[in-house]
């Protein structure tokens, strides 16, 4: 999948390629002498040039295949995918052979393995336009997932948004790809999955937004963006008309996400006392949550300080902790990499170089002109001070050449007096 190729390289003619795998089928099948056999059906349907009810009768008897060797089960396949591969019936000839393909190699533990790189030959030889490609890849997510295989699958899906384009997918076909895809990588453990929801929740369109399809999604995305530990960043969810409609569908849920989006650690407080037990009711793990709460509020105080320090005693109240946990938590959010900056026991502030913003709208877009404000008023007083430094030397420069012109006029009169 990694890359586009159209060539399968196979010797002889269709009709020689055709008995051979026959043969190689009844052999499989243990034909015994004096019984019919495929070889001997289809070559009349080969004289008569019934191309067609060939490769329907060959696909048909493939299923044979999941008793190959394993060293020969991938050459048959490449030989039976390059004949069916121009064929005109290639649509359903190709449903056959995914389904037996989903069903591994008996007595093989690389069957799944085997089965995967059979399907990615196929996706590879199919015209990048063609629609079969998306069937395929169906197939192809379907055994990684049975199979526990999604590391293998996962380094190609950096080229799926192409895919998609290419393959002219409707919004719906994409979005059950993209949700499809988030359960097979959550069920592999991987937080990958969580981006998989949030490109499909942003495929729903206005008047879309409060079906239950949009709801569910949305409902999975904001539970994942609180609970994975190191997920951050809740301005991409904030702007989703399906979020915004939790409001009215989900009005506990939607205030819950509001908190982690721009509220602060007393906020989750009062949320948990006035809804005791909601957190585990909804399968939100309350100590990851109120880790990262505390990380965000720190980061929040942080954003607010104006002179760029922020005192021990702010984080501590605002963090509900001790004293003397305060340095604990600041290298933490460092080392979540929300904040830069350093601590100064001496004065017992935190001097901040830089933060990061859970979300960013209209209250941060106001602090940036502010700082631009002050910056701007700050290099304005800078240049007055440059400008009349600038101004001392010219004057000092003038007076200096001035002076040295005069010495110069009066050394010169001397000379001529005593000529």
């Known amino acids: 999948m990694a890359a ?17 795998l026959a043969d190689y089928f ?3 099948k243990g034909v015994k002498e004096g019984e019919a056999t495929l070889s001997q059906e289809l070559q009349p349907m080969l004289e008569k040039g019934e191309k067609e009810d060939v490769m329907e009768k060959l696909v048909e008897a493939s299923s044979v295949l999941s008793q190959a060797p394993e060293k020969e089960y991938i050459p048959a396949y490449n030989l039976l995918v390059h004949l069916i591969r121009t064929s005109p019936l290639l649509p359903s000839l190709l449903d056959t052979v995914t389904a037996n393909l989903a069903i591994p190699l008996k007595n093989s533990q690389n069957g799944a393995t085997l089965s995967l790189t059979i399907l990615t030959t196929i996706f590879n030889i199919l015209s990048p336009e063609s629609s079969l490609r998306s069937e395929v890849f169906r197939s ?18 950096k080229s799926l948004d192409r895919w998609l384009q290419e393959w002219d997918a409707g919004v719906e076909d994409t979005r059950e790809i993209l949700v499809n895809l988030a359960n097979v990588a959550e069920r592999a453990g991987d937080n990958q999955f969580y981006e998989f929801l949030l490109q499909a929740l942003q495929r729903f369109p206005a008047d879309e937004a409060d079906e239950d399809e949009a709801r569910e999604i949305a409902i999975r995305a904001i539970k994942a963006a609180i609970t994975l530990p190191h997920h951050m960043e809740f301005g991409d969810l904030a702007v989703l008309e399906p979020v915004k409609a939790l409001s009215a569908t989900d009005p506990d849920l939607y205030a819950f996400f509001e908190i982690f989006a721009a509220g602060e650690f007393q906020d989750l407080e009062e949320f948990k006392e006035e809804r005791e037990g909601w957190l585990e009711e909804n399968g939100i793990d309350d100590a990851v949550a109120t880790r990262k709460m505390r990380l965000l509020t720190l980061t929040a105080l942080a954003a607010s300080a104006q002179d760029r320090s922020l005192p021990y005693s702010r984080i501590a109240a605002g963090l509900h902790i001790p004293a003397e946990d305060v340095e604990l938590w600041v290298i933490d959010v460092i080392r979540a990499g929300l904040v830069e900056g350093k601590l100064s026991q001496l004065t017992q502030n935190f001097l901040i170089h830089r933060v990061s913003y859970r979300t960013f709208g209209k209250e941060q877009w106001e602090e940036v002109q502010q700082r631009l404000e002050t910056w701007k008023d700050s290099l304005r007083s800078i240049l007055e001070v440059v400008g009349q430094a600038r101004r001392q030397v010219e004057n000092q420069s003038e007076k200096e050449k001035t002076a040295a012109e005069r010495l110069l006029q009066q050394s010169g009169d001397g000379v001529l007096g005593e000529a």
Do not use: C, H, R
């Open 140 to 157: 192809i997510v379907d055994i990684v997932d049975k199979n526990g295989l999604y590391d293998a699958l996962k380094p190609q899906l």
């Open 26 to 28: 009844d052999t499989l």
């Open 4 to 20: 586009t190729v159209n060539t399968l390289l196979v010797e002889g003619s269709f009709d020689d390629q055709v008995i051979e």
